[in-house]
């Protein structure tokens, strides 16, 4: 996913000359031939996260759209009240892209997982919220949020399910189960697990890269009694949006995702998909616990 | 803050000699019986000087690509802000009778949305300059050559981290279209051995030191800028009373 962000940004920077990037270090190698051509636009400016989102308010300010990129822990967690003052109070907007997301690093420790960014950029308001599943989903979701006004975050991940798909954010139903069936919403990379999970079970898969705004509509277009969200990042991150989507009906939610203990733990990203509850044979359990009175 | 300058500082407000109008009834106007603090007559000096004499910014130029921008990062410093826009026409002068109501668009920080020429929102310190060196960036990025970055900071602001993040960047980037003011009166509570300036200069910026009720050391200093690296003026007014 970051290959294919740095050409999407690089063709970006050198098509709208309203277009700047803004590194913290990290990535910068990647973008030498972009810095080189346009060293104005391409702002590398060291280990510095504050001043790299206070840069991104300043240069929006006069104009242009910056796109702010390091890892997620760094972007999101230490920078958060420039986010809050330097971008939104400022009335300017900017395009953030993470990566490192949740445990994409578990091998380096607690101070590289951030499963709380999405949770943060939603105490914010009105940003769009992209979570690709591919890295063929991550171009289009870029160029949409740089052509766009409003603020954005884009979370890249080093885990992908086998096969992109496209869409608009709409959730995008992947196995129907009929009407009234319980319905598992499946963020991002989490969908290959899920569907896997639950193959030979009647529930209803559907699949978002774009939690927020998250498609309430579709929502309550497909949604029965049950509701199942599926999140690589924090879990209940999206609770308060399905609850508001259907305070109207009488209805249950389980949220998964990944949870709020520091484990102190190391591994691999798998073993920590295991230890959450996001790998297959943890989401079939959580969601045969749920649905199983209706199963009966 | 003695009384005597103080006095002063007022009277040249109130009476300025050449037929610009008076700061200092707004002031009053906007003071409405409250007890001020120093720090809003140490920043009036340097916010006359700035808007009557150095600023390249005028009430119908607000939105002007190419106007001079100047960004309070030492929010609370409000008052004589609000009195000098308030004189300068940026806004009616009876906007300053109802500060902090719930109708008003003036607060005790000011906010870019809501008050037209303030060009940033502030009041939580240590975002100013990193918004200027963005600002000044993207200028420079635009070609944008002639239009300059003014941030005013605080002596004590300038403990927060996020001044040396920017300070350093700016001065090792020679980044030229930038001009930092520091209201230096002592209330850093470590304090800054060796003078505000230094922290400036070590990273490659230029820097003047003067008397902050100084109306023609201020103008000098804040024109001082040699136009290949960034500008600080630090500008010392009666240290801050406890």
């Not at chain 1, 578990?106 to 769009?128: F, N, Y």
């Not at chain 2, 060009?119 to 300059?148: D, K, M």
Request: glycine letters at 10%.
């Amino acid at each position: 996913m970051r290959d294919t962000f740095v050409d999407t940004t690089t063709a970006l920077l050198a098509d709208d000359p309203r277009t700047a990037l803004v590194l913290a270090d990290i990535s910068a190698g990647l973008f030498v031939p972009a810095a080189d051509r346009h060293p104005d636009r391409v702002l590398n400016v060291g280990i510095r996260e504050q001043l790299m989102v206070g840069v991104a308010g300043g240069l929006a300010l006069t104009g242009l759209r910056p796109i702010v990129h390091t890892y997620a822990p760094f972007l999101v967690e230490r920078a958060y009240e420039q986010l809050k003052l330097d971008l939104d109070h400022q009335g300017a907007s900017a395009v953030l892209v993470s990566v490192g997301a949740s445990y994409d690093r578990p091998e380096a420790g607690r101070t590289h997982l951030s499963p709380a960014d999405v949770s943060l950029i939603d105490t914010l308001h009105g940003w769009t919220v992209h979570v690709p599943g591919h890295p063929g989903e991550v171009a289009p979701l870029l160029r949409t949020a740089v052509a766009a006004e409003t603020s954005a975050y884009l979370r890249l991940s080093v885990l992908s399910n086998d096969r992109p798909l496209g869409g608009d954010g709409a959730l995008q139903v992947v196995r129907d189960a009929g009407p009234g069936a319980p319905l598992v919403v499946a963020v991002g990379p989490t969908l290959d697990a899920a569907t896997a999970a639950l193959a030979d079970l009647p529930v209803t898969v559907a699949y978002t890269n774009r939690p927020r705004p998250f498609d309430t509509a579709g929502l309550r277009d497909r949604a029965g009694t049950e509701v199942i969200l599926v999140e690589p990042y924090l879990a209940g991150t999206s609770s308060r949006v399905v609850s508001a989507a259907l305070a109207d009906r009488p209805h249950r939610l389980l949220a998964l995702g990944v949870g709020r203990e520091e484990l102190r733990r190391y591994g691999s990203a798998d073993d920590h998909a295991h230890w959450h509850g996001l790998d297959a044979s943890g989401l079939r359990r959580s969601v045969l616990d749920f649905v199983s009175p209706a199963l009966r | 803050m003695t009384a005597t300058t103080t006095t002063t500082a007022i009277a040249e407000a109130a009476a300025p000699l050449d037929g610009r109008p008076p700061v200092a009834p707004l002031l009053e106007r906007i003071r409405a019986g409250r007890e001020f603090g120093a720090n809003v007559y140490s920043t009036i000096d340097v916010l006359q000087v700035l808007y009557h004499r150095v600023l390249r910014v005028h009430p119908t130029t607000v939105d002007d690509p190419d106007r001079d921008r100047f960004l309070l990062s030492k929010g609370h410093a409000v008052a004589g802000y609000y009195a000098v826009l308030a004189a300068a026409e940026f806004f009616p002068a009876d906007w300053l009778d109802d500060q902090g109501g719930p109708a008003s668009r003036l607060g005790e920080h000011p906010d870019r949305m809501l008050v037209p020429g303030v060009e940033i929102g502030s009041g939580s310190l240590g975002h100013g300059l990193g918004l200027g060196v963005g600002t000044a960036l993207g200028l420079r990025a635009q070609g944008r050559l002639e239009p300059r970055v003014y941030v005013l900071l605080g002596d004590a602001e300038l403990d927060e981290g996020s001044n040396h993040e920017a300070i350093t960047y700016a001065g090792t980037n020679s980044l030229a279209n930038l001009t930092a003011i520091v209201i230096d009166n002592a209330s850093a509570t470590h304090g800054w051995p060796g003078g505000p300036a230094a922290r400036f200069t070590v990273d490659g910026w230029t820097a003047a030191t003067v008397d902050g009720r100084d109306h023609d050391a201020l103008h000098t200093a804040l024109t001082g800028h040699d136009g290949n690296r960034p500008h600080v003026v630090v500008a010392v007014v009666d240290p801050k009373e406890d």
